[in-house]
């Protein structure tokens, strides 16, 4: 007996006499399979059905199909099953989304066909969904990097930006994002480019705080061989490699000034020389640069150029930080935690009060980025349905213990990486110190997390 011979004996299992080869064989497919009577009670549940929505068999048998696969589509004519089991109709490959048992929606892809005797009547239908949460995350992950529709908001500042977003990347002129750190200044860059003319051009990211003074001029326009001593062949700068596209200058302020000078030959002049090269290369790049310092305070200093300030400052969005958008908190915990859910195949359903409580009440001095990763590592820890305030990094639960004074005195700079530190060691344990297999999880390479095991001085 095949999957195709249990599919036709449907009735069969209807009426509780499935054979047991056609039970083992549907209790082993992938897809959750159920059966339905005319009315629309579930008399077959098989074992996929289970673990996607979270019922068990002995829950749901005799129970209405819309009390457990609850969709929008519930109790309309646009239901797949109700249109089966009414007009006869077969439905296929649908994409609903339906809501398991702990109430987190899970997206699924639904086929039905109705169950009939030898002569033709309709005694109920069969349905088969298929979980689609694993291509929905790469989505997910996709439009992330490269759309602004996960930039996730209610604050009245932030929905005035995304109004005029796609106004300001249709023209082509330098724009300057400002806002503290992790406030998701690179997300609003990536988001320009691809509203932008120039979408199908690359789009290269620098931090130029993280490169050290003495190479930033050779990251940006590249050099000749020979140029220095370790320069044995000619290497392409960042200019070149965004050519026809969009160049994002990170922490701008950071640059520095001999740097700064040859920045703004660039956007004057569209022209710049790679190092140990006469050769003048034109740049056809569009420029977004982003700062979390006050540049008229570093132009005060003499730390910034006041005239390359104007040049990158013809278009400024400043990012407010997330104490300032206090309403969207709820918002980013829901979307922070269906991503990770995804990304983890968890099915966690959410936060108890005591947790959302704590998150709430939180200053976030690393911003949108810290909430995320505060939910990447509850999600890592917690092996229950609900995140508790157990759950959260250490330093968050003794901050909400501390008083006013002493908390702060806790560096955010500490509180970030502490809270890395903890999730690194999570990986590391939960992957029996299998570096590769931690990697994976943390979505890190190999040697991005071998540095990060030196930096927290990590013993296995």
Excluded at 150 to 166: C, E, F, P, Y
């Amino acid at each position: 007996m095949n999957k195709k011979d249990c599919f036709e004996n449907a009735l069969s299992c209807m009426e509780k006499e499935c054979p047991a080869p056609c039970r083992m064989i549907l209790d082993n497919v992938a897809d959750g399979i159920v059966t339905v009577d005319r009315e629309g009670s579930i008399a077959w549940f098989n074992r996929a059905a289970e673990q996607i929505t979270g019922f068990t068999k002995e829950e749901v048998l005799g129970k209405p199909c819309r009390s457990i696969l609850q969709t929008d589509l519930c109790g309309t004519e646009s239901c797949p099953l109700e249109q089966t089991l009414r007009h006869h109709k077969n439905v296929t490959n649908l994409e609903v989304v339906i809501t398991n048992k702990w109430g987190r929606q899970i997206p699924v892809s639904v086929s039905t066909a109705p169950i009939k005797d030898k002569e033709g009547n309709v005694l109920g239908a069969v349905e088969t969904f298929r979980d689609l949460s694993v291509i929905k995350a790469y989505q997910l992950e996709a439009e992330e990097r490269y759309s602004f529709k996960n930039i996730v908001t209610s604050n009245t500042r932030m929905l005035a930006i995304l109004h005029h977003l796609k106004d300001l990347a249709l023209s082509d002129s330098p724009v300057l994002l400002s806002g503290e750190s992790g406030t998701g200044k690179e997300l609003l860059a990536r988001a320009i480019h691809e509203l932008s003319r120039r979408k199908e051009g690359p789009y290269i990211a620098v931090n130029c705080g993280a490169i050290p003074d003495t190479l930033i001029e050779s990251e940006l326009f590249g050099y000749r061989k020979g140029a220095f001593t370790d320069a044995r062949q000619h290497k392409p700068g960042r200019f070149a490699l965004a050519e026809a596209g969009t160049l994002f200058l990170d922490e701008i302020g950071d640059l520095p000034l001999e740097t700064q000078v040859k920045l703004l030959r660039v956007l004057e002049g569209g022209e710049y020389q790679p190092l140990g090269s006469t050769e003048t290369l034109k740049a056809n790049v569009r420029i977004i640069t982003a700062t979390n310092k006050d540049l008229f305070e570093q132009i005060r200093r003499g730390r910034f150029r006041e005239d390359l300030f104007y040049r990158i400052n013809v278009v400024q969005i400043d990012v407010p930080p997330l104490r300032q958008r206090r309403k969207d908190i709820p918002l980013l915990m829901k979307h922070f935690l269906e991503k990770q859910n995804l990304k983890r195949d968890k099915t966690i359903g959410g936060l108890s009060p005591a947790a959302e409580r704590i998150l709430l009440d939180h200053d976030y001095p690393g911003n949108i980025r810290e909430l995320e990763n505060i939910l990447e590592y509850a999600t890592i820890v917690c092996k229950n349905y609900q995140i508790e305030p157990r759950h959260f990094p250490p330093y968050l639960v003794r901050a909400k213990e501390a008083v006013p004074s002493a908390r702060q005195e806790i560096s955010p700079r500490s509180n970030i990486e502490e809270m890395e530190k903890e999730e690194l060691l999570e990986a590391l344990k939960a992957h029996r110190w299998n570096r590769q297999a931690a990697a994976t999880a943390l979505g890190i390479s190999r040697t991005t997390l071998w540095r990060k095991i030196r930096r927290f001085q990590i013993a296995s």
